[in-house]
């Protein structure tokens, strides 16, 4: 006796997108549209709007007043805390963004500048990348893409070249995680009224949300993908419009050609 054919519809595990976006003002125009902007990429990646590649996107978004350098320390000490009440997986991808000004501390450590940024007391009120971003994403043992958007103001082309050697040396030991900057130790990072973003930040947008990066066009963006991107396009929005040089930097790239952004 022959049994009836079983169907099985196999719907293979979405990982979650945890993302945290922060902008904070300082003397800048369009850091807190930066951040803004970046999360709204995300938007509709999650399954139940449309997106393939995750179950659900996660989205957390500090910008002004709210970046202040407590509040973005506690936020991210939380992306630890849930994956140890087990609401992040290993499988999970978070996605970490800042557009700030970073500068180098006493001990030549990089830091970013919070909302409540003062110089009479620059490590209270900034971020150490190494101690308060770095070392917590390190402790979740889950895929890691780090996008720093940060102008170097205030300092010598020297102490930029060292804040260059710092996120290299930083990133050596990490495991899972990718890096990309705004610009290389010895450029500064731009903003303009024509973008109302950051050049690096609208590279990424029109790279991710207007799809531009699709090289190979099919349905997904991979790292590799919006890379390639942003290395042509930074330094060409730079040029068409500061006439100034601009080079974003791949500071480390564990993930390589993992899918990142669903074309939908």
Known sequence: MLS????????????????LSIGTETNLSYTTKDAQDFASCFDRQAQNK?????????????????????????KIERLEARYKAGNISERDLIVFYISSHGFLDEKRQLRIQADDYTPSAP???????ERDIV??????PCKKLIFIDACYSGDTKNNNIDIDYQLEQLNQ??????TIVSSRG???????????????????IEGLFQRR???????????????????VRVPSLEQEVKN????????KNDLGNLAIYYVN
């Open 135 to 140: 070392e917590v994403l390190e402790a979740i």
């Open 213 to 231: 990066a699709n090289q190979d066009e099919n349905s997904y963006i991979t790292i590799n993908e919006l890379w390639a991107y942003l290395e």
């Open 244 to 251: 100034r040089a601009q080079h974003p930097s791949l500071k």
């Open 123 to 129: 490590r209270a009120t900034s971020v150490s990348y």
């Open 186 to 204: 010895d450029e500064a990072s731009y903003e303009d009224k024509k973008w109302e973003n950051g050049a690096f930040t609208e590279a990424i």
């Open 173 to 178: 030991p990490l495991k899972g995680f990718t």
């Open 4 to 19: 009836e054919p079983l169907m099985l519809n196999f719907s293979p595990y979405r990982p979650n997108l945890h993302l």
């Open 50 to 74: 449309g997106g393939h590649l995750f179950q659900q996107v996660y989205s957390d978004v500090l910008m002004g007043k709210s970046a202040s350098a407590i509040a973005i320390k506690s």
